[in-house]
């Protein structure tokens, strides 16, 4: 039997027509009848870095009973000009976390997968302290179980005060040792409580983004602080409203 964890995330490839640009993580985020992949909105448009792939694939198991068969699924990134994932901003300005629809049409009859849904997200602020041990699912450097096409975990603890926004942003702060190849996996805090919820015995506190390091480091004496910025995960309940538009 598979944890039901490790079929919530998926690798994705990022391309510029059959050109490979980069792979990232990502994970299944499903509310009503409507299901998503949600992932770092920088895996999908990056101006800084010229990072403009016009599509995407992941990659689903298709057998419960044979994991090391899968298959890949394109999606584009824009229709007539007009991008086609879902992103959001606050106070601070843009979030960097993005949600595309899949189109359940477009997946084969037999795909495995779970996905998060509204009731794995932390409501309550208050009951997650500092210093709780998380797990951050994906694929660091592109390393996964090749042969199950399955992502790894790594540990991680929560380094600032739950619920108030770090310096002003709507993050988090985790310890953790983090790789490229690891933004856009979800951020998750075992819960006890979720034995209906697809068998996830696991809150979705965030959306891992990227390594927070100080500009004033001396690189030649200073070791990196080995902290990450994770995204609250609840702007996903903004990003999959039905009023939300693409773009």
């Not at 949600?38 to 994991?67: C, F, G, K, M, Y």
Request: with cysteine; aromatic share 6%; glycine share 8%.
């Amino acid at each position: 039997m598979i944890e039901p964890l490790l079929l919530t995330a998926t690798q994705i490839s990022t391309y510029e027509g059959a050109r490979l640009l980069t792979r990232a993580s990502g994970f299944f985020f499903e509310r009503g009848e409507r299901l998503f992949v949600v992932t770092s909105r920088h895996v999908l448009l990056d101006a800084p870095s010229q990072h403009h792939p016009d599509r995407i694939e992941i990659e689903v198991h298709t057998n419960a009973e044979n994991l090391t068969q899968s298959t890949g699924l394109s999606i584009l990134l824009y229709d007539a000009g007009r991008s086609v994932w879902r992103q959001g901003s606050d106070s601070a300005g843009e979030v960097d976390v993005a949600a595309v629809e899949i189109q359940r049409s477009a997946l084969p009859a037999t795909v495995q997968l779970r996905a998060f849904t509204p009731a794995h997200l932390q409501h309550t602020l208050d009951e997650v302290e500092v210093g709780s041990p998380l797990l951050i699912v994906g694929f660091p450097l592109g390393f996964h179980d090749t042969l199950h096409h399955l992502p790894v975990v790594r540990r991680a603890v929560i380094a600032s005060s739950f619920g108030l926004r770090f310096q002003g942003q709507g993050v988090f702060l985790t310890d953790a040792r983090a790789h490229r190849g690891s933004s856009g996996a979800p951020v998750v805090m075992r819960d006890g409580t979720a034995s209906g919820r697809q068998g996830l015995h696991w809150k979705l506190l965030g959306v891992h983004a990227s390594r927070m390091d100080m500009s004033t480091r001396d690189l030649q004496e200073d070791e990196s602080l080995g902290l990450n910025c994770a995204w609250y995960a609840d702007i996903l309940m903004t990003l999959t409203e039905d009023a939300t538009r693409p773009g």
